[in-house]
């Protein structure tokens, strides 16, 4: 495999004013930093990007941490490669970082949406409307276009593109030789461990809450059985008008069925609401990867501390900061989702095992009056169905541990790559002068 390409990394403030790009940028437009500093975030993509992405991306981060999209740079180059790229809020700018997509993203619908969006805009700029409307435009149409893919906005569609395999070897980094930057460098590089280990304990995560979620659906997929069996029973004992016995034993059997169905439609939400919480936070693991490789990859291509590095790297580990503390809540409510789990497990096996006494008693009576034997249905297996429920709460107990791991040590890695700017020499002689004739450092 070839190694991967740089990233594109640019910050803007917050009205979409680009503040910054790295050579990568400058390599793919075709445009240096004097030109493009300053100007619209749209003048970096390429005419096919309608104007509505960058109105919904730039709506997603007034409200939130981090966003992202599929995109295309202004190029010369053929065929234009598509980017996925994500940003982070740091609050005082955005910071975006673009990769190449792989090779099976975008997902197929999206490019003819994206087409489809800037014909409308084009359309409403014709009729006399102005940028910024047309662009909130495009956005309700790009909205409305994403909702029929059950994508809202670009999470589903981000969650889909971070996951899968880039197919080139990690980008080599070499580590500066600037005495100003090596603080940096190594809080830098302990954060990345960190957020790798993070990133392998979730990837068991995902496996472990795709067997659940199939164990969760065989389960419930038995309980419509026991209902039609549990009606049957009871017409049975109903017209059994001679003993009162047969009818007391059905509405047991009934309440049985009922209360397993409750106990086991519980346990499925949770577990889809297990899902989407590990989904949610190896989204959020893949952004600040992207983020913190993005600041070693600044560092790295640096000889010394310039301008152009202290424009970058700042905010995106600005953008570092940002993410710790919904990671810290993220990785708190995986592991709270998962013991409640182990415990919805627990208590749904108990129900299965009291129905499948309840059912064993009425066999017992069946057989006594001579009723009909097929009142119980042969697919049912109460006994595999408690067995699988003991499974789901070890491997809930099991997950909890998992996520447990490294919980919080990527917050006080971020806020130590933040200490390490602040106290970084050549960063405060950078501070105290932002604009260095030569972009030479102080010792």
């Known amino acids: 495999m070839e190694p ?11 009205t979409g004013s680009i503040l910054g790009v790295n050579h990568q940028v400058e390599q793919i437009t075709g445009q240096g930093e004097a030109h493009l500093v300053g100007g619209p975030l749209e003048a970096l993509f390429d005419s096919s990007v309608p104007l509505g992405v960058i109105k919904l991306t730039q709506t997603e981060l007034a409200t939130g941490a981090f ?3 599929y995109l295309k740079f202004a190029s010369q180059t053929e065929p234009n490669p598509w980017y996925l790229a994500v940003a982070a809020n740091t609050g005082e700018a955005r910071v975006w970082v673009a990769g190449q997509a792989a090779p099976n993203c975008p997902p197929a619908q999206l490019p003819s949406l994206f087409n489809a969006a800037r014909t409308a805009e084009q359309g409403a700029i014709a009729n006399g409307v102005s940028l910024e ?11 409305n276009g994403l909702g029929a893919l059950d994508s809202p ?3 589903s569609l981000l969650l889909t593109g971070l996951n899968e395999p880039p197919g080139t070897e990690p980008l080599p980094l070499t580590e500066p030789t600037d005495a100003a930057l090596a603080s940096v460098w190594s809080s830098a590089t302990g954060a990345l461990e960190r957020i790798e280990r993070q990133q392998a304990a979730h990837a068991k995560l995902r496996d472990i809450a795709r067997l659940l979620v199939q164990a969760a659906s065989d389960l419930i997929y038995q309980i419509e059985p026991m209902d039609e069996a549990a009606t049957q029973i009871m017409e049975a004992a109903q017209a059994l008008a001679g003993s009162a016995t047969p009818l007391t034993a059905a509405h047991r059997v009934g ?11 519980a346990l499925q939400l949770g577990v889809d609401r297990s899902r989407e919480l590990i989904a949610n936070q190896c989204l959020l693991l893949d952004v600040a990867n992207r983020l913190c490789t993005a600041v070693l990859q600044t560092l790295s291509a640096s000889d010394r501390l310039g301008q152009r590095d202290l424009g970058l790297v700042v905010p995106l580990a600005g953008g570092l900061h940002t993410l710790a503390p919904p990671l810290a809540m ?6 709270a989702n998962l013991s409640r789990l182990s415990r919805e497990a627990t208590e749904a096996a108990g129900q299965v095992r009291m129905l499948d006494t309840t059912l064993t008693s009425w066999e017992l009576l069946a057989g006594r009056f001579d009723l009909p034997a097929a009142l119980i249905p042969d697919d049912l297996d109460a006994t595999g169905a408690a067995l699988k429920l003991d499974g789901m709460r070890d491997l809930a107990r099991g997950a909890v541990q998992q996520a447990g791991a490294d919980a919080g040590a990527y917050s006080a890695a971020a806020a ?13 002689f950078a501070l105290r ?10 010792a």
């Open 416 to 428: 130590g790559v933040t200490r390490a700017l602040r106290y970084a020499p050549g960063f405060s």
């Open 67 to 69: 966003t992202g999209t």
């Open 255 to 265: 309440a049985a069925v009922e209360q397993t169905g409750i106990r086991l439609r």
């Open 330 to 335: 993220g990785t708190a409510r995986v592991t």
């Open 133 to 143: 409307s047309a662009a909130g435009h495009g956005a309700r149409f790009l909205a």
């Open 153 to 155: 906005v670009y999470q």
């Open 433 to 442: 002068d932002p604009a260095p004739s030569n972009g030479a450092t102080t």
């Open 4 to 14: 991967a390409a740089p990233l594109a990394i640019f910050a803007t403030d917050l």
